[in-house]
Nanobody, 128 residues
Framework: QVQLVESGGGLVQAGGSLRLSCAAS????????MGWFRQAPGKEREFVAA????????NYADSVKGRFTISRDNAKNTVYLQMNSLKPEDTAVYYC?????????????????????WGQGTQVTVSS
């Protein structure tokens, strides 16, 4: 069992920055990939970024490449999403998720169906 709690969302002007955090408890955090997804009103939940148990292995949606950075601190059981140059279209509820089936693998997945555990989400609103 894994519990995930996101924080760090808020209201920011276009061009600004936010850093989201996701604190995990439960099974060995350092062994499995973590992902960030987002869901805007009336839209499907979509992949944003993922990081494998080795922090050097990451993947990003094309829409956030070069602006967002995912990282993890295994000593703190926390994954982060640094979001820079924010745009109004980044407005959404952001969720972190854990992919326990991929423990110790050297790749990450982008499909929300593959992730086992989810946080409650944190709202990010970018004003123009």
């Amino acid at each position: 069992q894994v519990q995930l709690v996101e924080s760090g969302g808020g209201l920011v002007q276009a061009g600004g920055s936010l850093r989201l955090s996701c604190a995990a408890s439960g099974r060995a955090f350092s062994s499995y990939p973590m992902g960030w997804f987002r869901q805007a009103p009336g839209k499907e939940r979509e992949f944003v970024a993922a990081i494998a148990w080795r922090s050097s292995i990451t993947n990003y949606a094309d829409s956030v490449k070069g602006r967002f950075t995912i990282s993890r601190d295994n000593a703190k059981n926390t994954v982060y999403l640094q979001m820079n140059s924010l745009k109004p279209e980044d407005t959404a509820v952001y969720y972190c998720a854990a992919d326990l089936a991929l423990a110790y693998r050297t790749y990450v997945r982008t499909s929300k169906q593959e992730y086992d555990y989810w946080g409650q989400g944190t709202q990010v609103t970018v004003s123009s």
